[in-house]
């Protein structure tokens, strides 16, 4: 074999080896951070907390940016996956990121009073008030804070960033 394509072959090999690499990078990039992430800064937005303590998570915090026109779309806009119940729709929140699932809340009416995802306001740093609206009755200003959390009614169990 000639020394010229046996040149050609290792640059081949070294250029497959590069472009395998790039793909695993963009593929499984253990640092990746998902679409907002964190709360919003200053009033870039609505920054939402929901807690997930109840199911064994944690609390994610994230930013809806710009100024949603109700707290639902806040929490649409944030990330979160939503799931109303079949009654009700979009009106009252049964389920976020698939949380309490089919099994445990089949989301056809409200829930209980003892296991539903209240709703949560405050300033930026401020303490969370309970919400007297629902979601899509509300609009939050850029620079405050939306709170969920399962249970009986309860704030979210991490103070408003």
């Known amino acids: 074999m000639s020394s010229r394509l046996m040149r050609r072959r290792r640059h081949i090999g070294t250029a497959l080896a590069s472009i395998a690499l790039a793909v695993a990078l963009l593929v499984a990039d253990p640092v990746a951070e998902p679409a907002h992430a964190a709360g919003c800064v200053g009033e870039s937005g609505v920054t939402v907390v929901v807690d997930f303590t109840a199911f064994g998570g ?49 989301c056809v009416t409200t829930p209980p009073a003892s296991a539903y995802w209240s709703y949560w306001h405050a300033p930026a740093g401020g303490t969370w008030s309970y919400s007297t609206l629902g979601a899509i009755s509300h609009d939050p200003a850029p620079g405050t804070v939306e709170g969920w959390a399962f249970g009986a009614g309860s704030p979210p169990s991490t103070p408003a960033p």
């Not at 929140?93 to 099994?103: F, K, N, Q, Y």
Request: charged fraction near 15%; aromatic fraction near 6%.
């Open 58 to 106: 944690g609390v994610e915090i994230r930013c809806a940016p710009g100024d949603p026109a109700t707290g639902l779309q806040a929490l649409q806009d944030a990330g979160f996956q939503i799931t109303g119940t079949q009654r009700w729709g979009l009106a009252f929140v049964c389920r976020i990121d698939g949380l309490p699932t089919p099994a445990v809340e089949p």
